[in-house]
DNA sequence: ATCCGCTGTTCCGTAAACGGAACGGCGACC
DNA sequence: GGTCGCCGTTCCGTTTACGGAACAGCGGAT
């Protein structure tokens, strides 16, 4: 016998409601108005609310037109793993964000996280390799191994890490930070990653 | 008067063919024909066939079912890593790179350059709103107006940016920093009362 | 008080993205 | 030769995202 259709239900789901939540946080931030929003973009209002709602599924036209007036890429508002984690350890997260590379030197930034709990060490880098941390969440013990140094919300951390060094979150609250390597030369962490497809 | 008429046209287009494009690539990489990825989407052939070839516009539900099966996140098929400056004034030049989303606040982490020679004012942002600046080359003075602060390599800066604030490299050179901007998460009609956080 | 103007939501007809089926084309096997 | 299976495209009816209009709620001006 035929079938009933068979399933039409496809994936867990993007996060169609966080896509929506991601565009209202942007829009309010702008002080933007739904109104104001969809007649900059171009879209009615119906769909605006609708998208913010979780309630429709748009199309990637639509939500261009949106973010474009934000001023965000579309990715911006995309949930889920845009970037998968490249670092992962007992303790810290660690995101590729972008590389930058320099006439002297190479960049890498990273978004990082670290649990609470014990702390976390990682072996030396090459000679030369700085690391630049701004702490936006949580309160960060970090830095040579043998010589840590303590940064809080809004803090910098900065360190030559050409020995070993170590990370931990103090307290409860889990770390929020960014990382910046600094590479002389031209050599990369993940050669592999540029993403200059 | 009465509206113009109202211009169903919203931007250049973010690139509808190179979606299609990207999708076809990734499909004949991974050696799959149209048919089955469609069948392991669960989308129809019609579907995939219109979106490869540019015909069709699709929803995010689409594209996701598909990129899913391919094993690449969404962003990888939507054009690329094309950052654009966001920001552009006399002075400064900033791309903005991640949009984190925070239980209490939102975040944005935007590269930054400061060309060396007069300096940017920027207005005010909204209450609550703070900057944190990583200099990691040249020497950067920025801040509010009327206080500003110097950083040099390696060095911090951080202000809440509800009043006009200036940047300005010192010297020479250009300054390359990160910046990060951080938006009081909900916008609260009342300011939260318990303090914590 | 009434009126605005604006907010964001809901209703509704239209346009289009959707899945399924049918199509022509091609290679493998009988 | 015919037949099968799969390819990718096109046709077609259904579903739904779309924009416009109407709606209730609210703050400010008169």
Avoid: C
Avoid at 31 to 48: I, Q
């Amino acid at each position: 016998m035929d079938q009933p259709p068979p399933q039409r239900r496809r994936t867990p789901d993007p996060g169609a409601g966080e896509v929506g939540e991601r565009v209202r946080a942007l829009r309010r931030q702008r002080g933007f108005s739904l109104s104001h929003l969809a007649r900059l973009a171009g879209v009615g209002k119906a769909t605006l609310s609708g998208l913010e709602n979780g309630t429709r599924n748009p199309t990637l036209e639509t939500l261009y037109a949106i973010t474009a007036q934000l001023g965000v890429p579309l990715t911006a508002v995309l949930s889920g793993p845009a970037h998968e984690p490249v670092v992962r350890g007992a303790a810290v997260t660690a995101t590729l964000l972008e590389v930058f590379t320099e006439a002297e030197a190479t960049f890498e930034l990273y978004r990082m996280r670290v649990a609470p709990g014990p702390g976390q060490l990682s072996p030396a880098h090459q000679p030369g390799v700085t690391e630049h941390v701004t702490v936006f969440s949580g309160v960060l013990r970090a830095g040579p191994a043998d010589a840590p140094s303590t940064a809080t919300t809004g803090g910098h951390l900065r360190w030559v890490s050409d020995v070993p060094h170590s990370y931990a979150a103090l307290g409860d609250e889990e770390v929020q930070a960014t990382l910046l390597l600094r590479y002389p030369g031209r050599t990369r962490l993940f050669p592999n990653l540029d993403g200059s497809a």
